[in-house]
Structures are given as structure tokens and as C-alpha cells.
């Protein structure tokens, strides 16, 4: 089994800025990828950014040039650094981590965490 816990979350002012981190844990053999995908109330999960085992990353438009996504691969943990916070990036973040796992080599498997809130008012 892997596990795939988020911490960081919190309220924070407009402008502000957070620190998210993910770790995963158990059976892993290799991390292909994780991610940072976020849920505002009413509205569906989208990814947020990506980074994958070599340090490739992704941004959704929205986040360009505020937030940084980053990887300490022997920790097997990604960061979400989130500045300049606005409003509507309001929402429940998730972690995501594509693994392949101990006990089946042959394939990966994705991972999520429990999702931690972030709220962005004044």
C-alpha cells in the first residue's frame, strides 16, 4: 500500500503566500510523477501543476509565475509554493502521485491524498 499525506494548508490574506507539502509513503519502488490538482466548492478538480521524477514541470495559466512546484526525490515529497494569493485560488488542494509499486512492477497506480484546504480572504 501507499500512503500520500498533504500538510500546509491554512488562511491566508490576499497576497499572501503558503508552503504546501506531500509526502508518499510504503511500498513504493519509483515515483513516476506527483502533482498539485485543486476543488473549489462547486466546480471540478484541475490540476494545478506537475512535476515529474527528472524535474519537468507543468503550470496551469492561472498559476504561472505565482506558484512553484518542486520535488526532493530521496524524500519522496513535493512542494506547492503559492504566492501572490488571490481569492480564488480558494479551494481543497490534492497531491497526486503516480507510483509503481513494489509489488507490481509491471504498471503504475495513482495516488491521492485527503486534500488540504486553503482559503485565501481578507
Known amino acids: 500500500q501507499v500512503q500520500v499525506v498533504e500538510s500546509g494548508g491554512g488562511l491566508v490574506q490576499p497576497g499572501g503566500s503558503l508552503r504546501l507539502s506531500c509526502a508518499a509513503s510504503?511500498?513504493?519502488?519509483?515515483?513516476?510523477?506527483m502533482g498539485w490538482y485543486r476543488q473549489a466548492p462547486g466546480k471540478q478538480r484541475a490540476v494545478v501543476a506537475s512535476i515529474t521524477s527528472s524535474g519537468s514541470t507543468n503550470y496551469a495559466d492561472s498559476v504561472k509565475g505565482r506558484f512553484t512546484i518542486s520535488r526532493d526525490n530521496a524524500k519522496n515529497t513535493v512542494y506547492l509554493q503559492m504566492t501572490s494569493l488571490k481569492p480564488e485560488d480558494t479551494a481543497v488542494y490534492y497531491c497526486?502521485?503516480?507510483?509503481?509499486?513494489?509489488?507490481?512492477?509491471?504498471?503504475?497506480?495513482?495516488?491521492w491524498g485527503q486534500g488540504t484546504q486553503v482559503t485565501v480572504s481578507s
Open positions: 497526486n502521485a503516480i507510483v509503481t509499486t513494489t509489488h507490481q512492477l509491471s504498471r503504475t497506480f495513482s495516488y
Open positions: 510504503g511500498s513504493i519502488f519509483s515515483i513516476n510523477a
